[in-house]
């Protein structure tokens, strides 16, 4: 009997699905016929029938891609052991099989003819004689078979790299993921990451490490397009990686069409562990084909794209940051050698500046190794000018960071790159949509919608050329910033510039001013409101976003201020300077308000502003005590007080008087303290300004309890935070509440100032009243009052948090409470 000379079903499989979309054919027909004469052996085969295509499939998918599957193997089984059938279809498959499939193997059996004819319909199988009459026996010795060579297994994972440094965090998180899989599923992995994070290192290092669990071979394949000599010959097809899949896992031939390579490809995966590296997809669709069908096997693609397409396949997400600095410095320690160790600070600079990547921080390493006399120092100054790492570390010659960025940015949607560009000319590290709102609003054409901004923003962050880091909050990595920029300036031109900066210092200054009527109501300066409608502010809907939208825009509202002052928008750097107030007052930013107030003062000067210079004196004066320049502070109170009584303005008259009032309660001056205290609050009475009233309330009982004169001190005290609480001041009367608990404590009740001190404490760590420097004094007092109860663990425990808080805001506060401890 003749068996079926195929020794696997792939071929025909394949030759079945070719032909499936043509039931008119004869290829179909005869087909019909196999599957008959194969029912006549085996009555098995009647329940079968011939699938037919599913439009709404592809041909691999689909409700009858099982039973292509259950026919094929059903037709090979039976062909097997029956003769007819074998015969049947291999004529089948020699006439209709895709070009390239192995000829039949020869029969095990030997035909003989006793006749000179034969006819033309005839198909011999094996050796066969043709001749007359034949006396004796005849003995056919086939020459000895030799087994076809086996084809390797594919090792073809990208050799790991001699020194490859930590990432132990992420590779944990990996095993955690695979660990935790199902099981019915394939498993799908994407490492994203910006150019230059290493994602195709560590992929295949962490491969590498499981090399064992996938027996059946290891694959790789660039889909970038890379070519050998660095050329860009555009995303690698699907089709064409099929190909090089198919041939490493040993396929006898290779379909010519897409659709039918991955119908084979999943044919063969369907049970084998593989373990497949995918580098550098560039969509979705690309790595969608090439995924294999065994949930035993596990496919990692690499991608500056997030591919969110891919979770609807499973796959997990995976982004990969920048190294952890001490890592990073290690890293560069390679070439740096000794002068890493020698110049710390440097070598920290210098990793930051190279954004804590492996490629930049690994170039600057190669710049030192070749640079032996250079120092850090130098190198981190020549990094943090110009374009910084991305154009200045080179590979034979190419700056690579920037022409991977490059890349990336081409293959953004217009609006994206558009978007793109004007956000490199913002003087901010942090942008929500309604920042990107106004500057995409800036040529003039009207404010596009919410959801055209939110699809630009979209595409990059799926570039990862965009990080979120809160609700509707974004950041630039530190090395795409720059590369924005250039493409700002090179890409708009000055008017379009002009506008797209305008338009950020319009909201910030809306939305300044929002926070500002929120956070302090009886803050606002008379008479210079802003003009209604300019730009749509970010919606604030009460004190908490407005202190967390301040937190979060610090650097960029700094950065307006200078940008104004550079302009020559002179109205614009004072008010918004004045608008800041509540980011001065409740963060305790020293250098901010300095450097701003003293850009806002020169602004109001060469504006004209007598008002705006009365402000700019006055808050810039606060912001210098606060930083313990008390001289400077003083004269710029005297120079405000000056302006004020040649003005007539009352108002700034007391607030400078009240400002010279704290300095010298500062300075130990009691008696005068209480004096210009008691001045400004006469003042302030006069023209019916009670806020202004109540907080020199506030400070005439600070100067009482400096004194010693408790019981004047908490009248004092009580009555300020009832005024100011009235007026809606909470914040400042959550002071006067603070104050009041020490003055309790001190004066013996301290069951009630333990209290009232816990009270106000809760209301700085949370909500609109948060501010880190009162609630580390709060700290401090209560420390105060267990250490008189003599519970010097919780006082230690006090003194501790408060001493750690200090330390980021008032270091001379930091280290009395450093003495105290050692007191303890």
């Given amino acids: 009997m003749g068996a079926f000379p195929y020794s696997g079903l792939e071929v025909l ?20 016929r196999v599957v008959a004469v194969a029912a006549r052996a085996d009555a098995a085969v009647a329940r079968l029938r011939l699938p037919g295509p599913d439009p709404g499939q592809p041909q691999e998918q689909g409700p009858e891609a099982a039973r292509w599957q259950e026919l094929a193997r059903t037709l090979t089984a039976i062909a097997a052991r029956d003769a007819a059938t ?3 279809l291999t004529e089948w498959l020699r006439r209709h099989a895709p070009p390239g499939p192995p000829g039949p193997a020869a029969s095990s059996e030997a035909a003989a003819t006793t006749a000179n004819t034969i006819s033309g319909a005839a198909v011999l199988h094996g050796p066969t004689v043709q001749a007359g009459t034949v006396h004796g026996g005849v003995h056919f010795h086939p020459p000895p078979t030799t087994p076809a060579p086996r084809t390797p297994v594919p090792r073809q994972l990208p050799p790991v790299t001699a020194r490859f440094l930590d990432r132990e965090a992420d590779r944990q998180a990996l095993d955690a993921w695979r660990a935790g899989h199902s099981g019915h599923a394939p498993q799908v992995l994407v490492v994203s990451g910006l150019a230059g994070a290493g994602k195709t290192a560590f992929a295949s290092h962490w491969l590498h490490g499981h090399a064992s669990g996938f027996p059946d071979g290891q694959l790789y394949a ?15 097809s699907p089709s064409t990686v099929l190909e090089a899949f198919l041939t490493a896992l040993g396929a006898p031939s290779v379909p010519a069409g897409i659709a039918q390579r991955t119908a084979l490809w999943r044919s063969m995966t369907s049970e084998l562990r593989l373990a497949v590296l995918l580098d550098s997809a560039v969509t979705a669709a690309q790595v969608r084909p090439l995924l294999p069908a065994s949930p035993t096997s596990l496919t990692v693609v690499t991608s500056r794209n997030n591919l969110t397409g891919l979770r609807v396949d499973g796959a997990c997400l995976h982004r990969l940051e920048g190294l952890p600095t001490e890592f990073a410095v290690e890293l560069l320690a390679l070439g740096g050698g000794t002068r890493v ?73 217009e609006e994206s790159a558009r978007l793109y560009r004007r956000m490199g000319l913002l003087p901010t590290d942090r942008y929500d949509l309604m920042t990107l709102a106004a500057v995409a ?34 950041r630039f990595h530190d090395l795409v910033q720059p590369h924005a920029r250039r493409l700002g300036e090179e890409g708009e031109d000055r008017e379009q510039r002009e506008r797209t900066l305008r338009r950020y210092v319009d909201w910030c200054l809306a939305t300044a001013a929002s926070a500002e009527r929120i956070l302090t109501p009886s803050h606002p300066l008379p008479g210079h409101d802003l003009p209604a409608g300019t730009v749509a502010p970010t919606a604030l809907t009460g004190p908490e976003e407005a202190l967390a939208w301040l937190d979060t825009h610090r650097n960029g509202l700094m950065g307006a201020v200078r940008l104004c002052a550079r302009a020559g928008w ?48 006055t808050s810039g004066a606060l ?22 009584l040649a003005d007539g303005d009352t108002r700034q008259q007391a607030q400078a008087v009240n400002g010279l009032g704290h300095l010298s309660l500062l300075t130990g001056r009691l008696d005068e303290a209480r004096d210009r205290f008691e001045e400004a609050l006469r003042l302030r009475e006069s023209i019916g300004y009670r806020r202004g009233a109540a907080l020199s309330r506030l400070r005439l009982g600070e100067t009482a309890l400096a004194s010693g004169d408790l019981t004047a001190a908490a009248a004092r005290l009580h009555r300020a935070g009832d005024e100011l609480a009235a007026l809606g001041e909470t914040y400042e009367a959550t002071r006067a509440l603070a104050l009041l608990g020490h003055v309790l404590d001190r004066a013996g009740d301290r069951t009630e100032g333990v209290r009232r001190l816990r009270e106000a404490l809760a209301r700085f760590r949370a909500g609109g009243t948060r501010a880190q420097f009162w609630e580390a004094r709060c700290l401090e007092w209560l420390g105060m009052a267990a250490e008189a109860d003599g519970d010097r663990e919780r006082s230690a425990h006090h003194y501790t948090a408060a001493r750690d808080l200090f330390r980021r805001l008032s270091p001379a506060d930091a280290d009395r409470l450093d003495d105290r401890l050692r007191q303890l």
């Fill in 13 to 32: 499989l394949s030759a079945m699905v070719a032909h499936r979309a043509h039931q008119e054919s004869s290829a179909w027909q005869e087909l019909a």
């Fill in 86 to 88: 074998a015969s049947a």
């Fill in 222 to 236: 660039d889909l970038s397009g890379q070519t050998v000599d660095g050329g860009e010959g555009g995303p690698a």
């Fill in 341 to 413: 160790a020698l110049e710390p600070a440097a070598a920290h600079e210098v990793v930051r500046l190279c954004g804590r990547l492996p490629l930049t921080v690994g170039l600057a390493s190669a710049q030192l190794a070749v640079r032996p006399h250079r120092s850090l120092a130098a190198l981190a100054e020549s990094l943090s000018q110009g374009q910084g790492a991305i154009g200045q570390l080179h590979v034979d010659g190419e700056a690579v960071m920037r022409t991977a960025l490059d890349m990336s940015y081409a293959l953004l949607p």
């Fill in 441 to 474: 609003a800036a040529d003039g054409e009207g404010a596009p919608t919410a959801d055209v901004v939110d699809t630009a923003v979209h595409a990059l962050v799926e570039a990862n050329l965009l990080e979120e880091t809160g609700p509707d909050t974004y």
């Fill in 570 to 617: 002179h109205t614009s750097c004072w008010r918004l300077t004045d608008l800041m107030w509540p980011l001065v007052q409740r963060f305790h930013v020293s250098e901010i308000a300095i450097e701003s107030h003293r850009l806002g003062l020169e602004a109001a000067r060469r504006s004209g502003s007598r008002p705006g210079e009365g402000r700019m004196l």
């Fill in 623 to 644: 912001s210098l005590r606060a930083a313990g320049r008390y001289e400077e502070a003083a004269d710029w109170y005297r120079q405000a007080l000056a302006l004020a």
